[in-house]
Nanobody
Framework: QVQLVESGGGLVQAGGSLRLSCAAS????????MGWFRQAPGKEREFVAA????????YTADSVKGRFTISRDNAKNTVYLQMNSLKPEDTAVYYC???????????????????WGQGTQVTVSS
C-alpha cells in the first residue's frame, strides 16, 4: 500500500505562484509514475501533469503548459508541482496519484492510477 499526502495549497492572487508537494509513504515509489489531477467545483476531475519514475518522461495538460512544472525527488519519496502565473480558473482541489510503472509510461489517464491522496485546495483570486 502507498499513502499519499499533499501539501502546499492555499489562497493566492492571480499571477502568483504555489508549489504543491506530495509525500509518499508505505513503500518507496521510485518505480512509480506520479501524477497530479484537479477537480474544480461542479466539474469532473481532470489531468494536470504526470512524471515517470525516472523523471525522463513528463506530460502536462495544455491548459497549464508553460506555467506548471512537475518534478520528483525519489530520495525523498516526494513529487512536486510548481505552479506559476496562476489564474482564477486554476482554482480546484489538487490530487496526487501514483501507480507502479516500471516501463516509464507515466499515463495521463486516471484509471491507470492505483493510489490517490486526499487533495489540497488551491484558490486563485482575481
Amino acid at each position: 500500500q502507498v499513502q499519499l499526502v499533499e501539501s502546499g495549497g492555499g489562497l493566492v492572487q492571480a499571477g502568483g505562484s504555489l508549489r504543491l508537494s506530495c509525500a509518499a509513504s508505505g513503500r518507496r515509489v521510485s518505480s512509480y509514475a506520479m501524477g497530479w489531477f484537479r477537480q474544480a467545483p461542479g466539474k469532473e476531475r481532470e489531468f494536470v501533469a504526470a512524471i515517470s519514475w525516472s523523471g525522463g518522461s513528463r506530460y502536462t495538460a495544455d491548459s497549464v503548459k508553460g506555467r506548471f512544472t512537475i518534478s520528483r525527488d525519489n530520495a525523498k519519496n516526494t513529487v512536486y508541482l510548481q505552479m506559476n502565473s496562476l489564474k482564477p480558473e486554476d482554482t480546484a482541489v489538487y490530487y496526487c496519484a501514483a501507480y507502479d510503472d516500471p516501463y516509464g509510461v507515466a499515463s495521463t489517464l486516471q484509471p491507470a492510477y492505483d493510489y490517490w491522496g486526499q487533495g489540497t485546495q488551491v484558490t486563485v483570486s482575481s
